[in-house]
């Protein structure tokens, strides 16, 4: 390796972002992993993501349907605060106008 000039890479460490040490409430898992979804808008998911791109580290929130496993709502910024998955939401929302009873289930 070091006649043809090659190093290792080291792979960066995983960062966790997830705080579970604090007061606020816990919402019941109404959700039970039933993923198989009969009608469209019944049941959103959501996540956050983070991708790498040549200006930095941007997070991404995606708001997805469970029946059509079709992203609803998505918001791209460079960090992870409340308003970013807020503007997911409610991109959702406009795009979509869900009915009464709509479950959405986040972690």
């Given at each position: 390796?070091?006649?043809?000039?090659?190093?290792?890479?080291r792979k960066k460490r995983f960062v966790v972002t997830t705080d579970r040490n604090h007061s606020e409430p816990i919402a019941?898992?109404?959700l039970d992993r039933q993923f198989i979804q009969?009608?469209?808008?019944?049941?959103?998911?959501?996540?956050i993501t983070?991708?790498?791109?040549?200006?930095?580290w941007v997070y991404l929130a995606v708001v997805i349907d469970l029946y059509s496993r079709r992203i609803v709502g998505w918001s791209m910024d460079e960090h992870m605060e409340t308003s970013l998955v807020k503007r997911a939401l409610n991109l959702a929302i406009n795009l979509r106008?869900?009915?009464?009873g709509l479950l959405h289930h986040s972690d």
């Open positions: 390796m070091r006649e043809e000039g090659l190093v290792v890479r019941d898992n109404l009969t009608e469209k808008n019944k049941v959103w998911t959501t996540d983070y991708l790498w791109t040549m200006q930095g106008q869900p009915g009464e």
